[in-house]
């Protein structure tokens, strides 16, 4: 792994041992853990990341041995098509500080760390109450050095994630995989032609077309968990902030009485 440049943050044995199990995942799971922990920060955008994935894994099998990962040739390509332009080098030092581990091999969360870079390094911030200390305001291109805050935002899910939330997103990763699998089933009969080839194409084609039905009626019940939670969570600050003020006036309230007290006790005679 690579040494941690800022100090005040500690990459833990823990941080890694789950960033390494995540990355051993198929790229559906890793867009789905993505998806949890960024639910709220990518609003209406979140279907870009199962669009990303499907792409990501479609180009690693194109170009290389395994639809799992790409090397840093392929994530430059990748990265080049489907993001921001950059130059060579931009490129390269992009890739290469994500690549925790060092082992020449992208996987997609790690992909999914640099294309939305900005994103959270403004969740970071915005949590910790502090002023960003990389630029911001731009597209990220050439921000390096900032793995670790990338990786802390990752492995930290936001407030107002319900279950119910979470159900959803577990729903439309496992409904994704059974769609995955029954295309590369047909892909595989198509390519040996014939009659059943034949068949196998036109369900093809109609599996494409229901596609996007699915995907609606999943992003109803998504958006539907979304409003819940993000009400629910609104309730609760309101709920924590009269909390807050009953305290407060209670705080100010034993103040007084005790300063009256204290007052009182100057004109007490002594007996």
Not at 156 to 166: A, D, V
């Amino acid at each position: 792994m690579a040494e941690v440049e800022d100090q005040r943050l500690v990459r833990t044995d823990t941080t890694v041992d789950r960033f390494s199990e995540l990355c051993l995942k198929d790229a559906t799971d890793q867009a789905e853990f993505f998806l949890k922990s960024f639910i709220f920060a990518l609003g209406d955008s979140w279907k870009e990341v199962p669009a990303l994935c499907s792409e990501f894994t479609k180009h690693a099998k194109a170009t290389g041995p395994s639809d799992r990962y790409m090397s840093h040739i392929q994530a430059a390509d990748f990265l080049q098509k489907n993001d921001i332009t950059r130059t060579g080098l931009e490129r390269r030092r992009e890739i290469e500080d994500i690549d925790f581990n060092h082992d020449g091999k992208i996987v997609f969360v790690e992909y999914l760390l640099m294309h939305y870079k900005v994103m959270i390094l403004r969740e970071f911030y915005s949590r910790h109450q502090k002023e960003p200390e990389e630029d911001l305001t731009g597209t990220g291109v050439g921000l390096v050095g900032v793995g670790d805050k990338l990786l802390e935002e990752l492995f930290t899910m936001p407030h107002g994630l319900s279950p119910q939330l979470e159900a959803a997103l577990e729903e439309f990763t496992a409904d994704k995989k059974k769609r995955e699998e029954k295309v590369k089933t047909l892909e595989d009969k198509a390519a040996k032609g014939g009659v059943l080839g034949m068949a196998a194409k036109n369900e093809l084609i109609i599996l494409n077309q229901a596609d996007t039905t699915e995907l609606n009626r999943i992003e109803l019940t998504l958006n539907a968990a979304k409003r819940k939670a993000a009400k629910q969570s609104g309730e609760e600050a309101v709920t924590k902030a009269k909390e807050a003020e009953e305290k407060a006036k209670k705080e100010e309230h034993a103040r007084r009485r005790a300063t009256m007290k204290q007052r009182a006790s100057i004109f007490e005679k002594p007996k």
